[in-house]
């Protein structure tokens, strides 16, 4: 079974990438199931239940997200009503919507999919560590792929949850970050593992913002509006092969970009 993650969309140009070519990572790659992590698909912070309908249209089959999911008031009762956009599991135990969920692909193949949100220069959540192993309780042991997206600031917090959780689910894909990372691996127990999937979005720029913009806001040190950038649009991710027990056989690093 082959699943394509789709790093950070970012925007209208993260929309665009996978509008014009999802289609061709699919195709090239023989992509069974899509998931992408979706929280700044919506104007570059938060998504709308809009943007989230129109992305789940376009060949996604599941979207994850993070720390900016609740931008918008009206994705709460979206969270609560659909099974295909996920928030971190270690938020309180009556925040809305859901940590994690078990999708389908066309065959018939179940897959376990897990958010998670660091901690550290984050938000003080649940233990992301201890929050997975009583999420992975409740799995049920037909299900042999198991996917966790970690949304995380730091390199050291998202390493950790890999070696923690090697060869107790499938893959550990780091987000939130925006950066593509070239640690891609398969860790000694089986696990794939990569720090940052990187993002969909424009690229010239300074982690989908205008440049501009965010060399202002360092320079001095005042806040401004940020802005989506528009150039050099690339859809990043990593494509995961797994076999028919779960184990994780290759995890390739995805780089597409517009021609225009």
């Not at 129109?54 to 979207?63: A, R, V, W």
């Not at 009762?77 to 009556?94: M, Q, S």
């Not at 806001?217 to 995961?240: C, D, E, W, Y």
Request: proline share 6%; with cysteine.
């Amino acid at each position: 079974m082959n699943l394509l993650f789709l790093g950070d969309i970012v925007g209208s140009p993260g929309r665009r990438a996978v509008e014009e070519l999802l289609y061709r990572v699919v195709d090239r790659h023989l992509i069974d199931l899509v998931v992408a992590n979706g929280e700044n698909a919506s104007g570059g912070i938060g998504i709308t239940p809009a943007v989230a309908d129109q992305l789940l249209s376009m060949g996604i089959d599941l979207l994850t997200s993070g720390n900016h999911i609740w931008k918008h008031k009206d994705i709460i009762p979206y969270l609560e009503d659909t099974d295909r956009l996920v928030r971190p599991a270690n938020y309180p135990p009556d925040t809305p919507g859901r940590g994690y969920t078990v999708i389908e692909t066309a065959i018939g193949e179940k897959v376990a999919v897990i958010n998670l949100e660091g901690r550290v220069f984050m938000n003080p959540l649940e233990c992301p560590f201890r929050t997975v192993d009583a999420v992975l309780a409740l799995i049920p042991p037909e299900v042999k792929i198991i996917m966790v997206d970690m949304h995380a600031e730091a390199t050291s917090e998202k390493l950790a949850i890999g070696w923690y959780l090697d060869g107790r689910v499938s893959a550990v894909v780091g987000t939130h970050t925006h950066v593509q990372t070239a640690d891609e691996r398969l860790l000694p127990q089986g696990t794939a593992y990569i720090t940052d999937v990187g993002m969909t979005g424009p690229i010239n720029s300074v982690i989908g913002m205008k440049t501009e913009i965010i060399l202002e806001r360092f320079l001095t040190q005042r806040p401004h509006p940020f802005k989506v950038a528009s150039q050099n649009i690339q859809l990043q991710g990593v494509v995961l092969k797994f076999n028919g027990q779960g184990r994780c056989q290759e995890i390739i690093r995805v780089q597409e970009g517009l021609k225009h």
